[in-house]
């Protein structure tokens, strides 16, 4: 099955600062990379997604990148505010197949005002 | 447009009983995932439905069963709970197919505590 790993476990950015997480997948299968935000006590909620048919996307302040060949990709926040400071969740999974949603372990993000 | 909706939100049980949790979709969605949530093993699928038939499923126990009715809402059933069933349970649903989409919205989750 699919196996997401994703880096770092934790990190730590100044305000207006750029935070930059990155997840690997194994399964050259997957075309659909999700990623969630979930603060305390919430469902993850869907920040931003790509398919594997695009290399980069963004919206706002938030961009994703996806390298097929190496089997990776990237969230980047860019301007970071304190509202920012969340669990952030990668995820992939075989579009229009298979809905089951491989995560990664998660990278907790804080904001220093 | 409402979001994906659970009940309850907070649930304890003690082991051996049993626990049926529900999910409403967003309206329209016809798929509902459910995955299970925990500090040690992270977000993990446990089974997904669609038009009332399971189409995908996780690798959990077959104590872990779910069902999904016409109006696409959705319950799952944990029976002969275990201590290591203590867990967040989010659903999530997806809109139609149609373009490939399998965009997934979770709701709130409900935390499940087994004493």
């Known amino acids: 099955g699919e196996n997401v790993e994703q880096h770092p476990s934790t990190l730590s950015v100044q305000e207006g600062d750029s935070a930059v997480i990155k997840c690997t997948y194994s399964?050259?299968?997957?075309?659909?990379f999700p990623w969630y935000k979930q603060e305390l006590g919430k469902g993850p909620q869907l920040i931003i997604d790509i398919r594997s048919n695009v290399g980069e996307k963004k919206d706002q302040r938030i961009a994703v990148t996806l390298n097929k060949t190496a089997k990776h990709f990237s969230l980047h926040i860019t301007e970071t505010q304190p509202e920012d400071s969340a669990v952030y969740f990668c995820a992939a999974s075989r579009a229009s197949n298979d809905y089951k949603l491989s995560f990664g372990a998660g990278t907790t993000v804080t904001v220093r005002a | 447009k409402a979001g994906v909706t659970q009940t309850p939100r907070y649930l304890i049980k003690t082991r051996g009983q049993q626990v049926t949790l529900s999910c409403s979709p967003i309206?329209?969605?016809?798929?509902v995932s459910w995955y299970q949530q925990t500090p040690g093993q992270g977000l993990q699928f446990l089974f997904e439905?669609?038009?009332?038939?399971?189409?995908n499923k996780g690798n959990f126990p077959g104590r872990f069963s779910g069902r999904q009715f016409s109006n696409s809402r959705s319950e799952m059933n944990v029976s002969t709970l275990e201590l290591g069933d203590s867990a967040l349970y989010l659903c999530a649903s997806s809109p139609p197919l149609a373009g490939g989409t399998d965009t997934q919205y979770f709701g709130p989750g409900t935390r499940l505590t087994v004493l």
């Open positions: 439905y669609f038009s009332e038939t399971q189409r």
């Open positions: 309206s329209g969605h016809r798929s």
């Open positions: 399964d050259s299968a997957s075309n659909y």
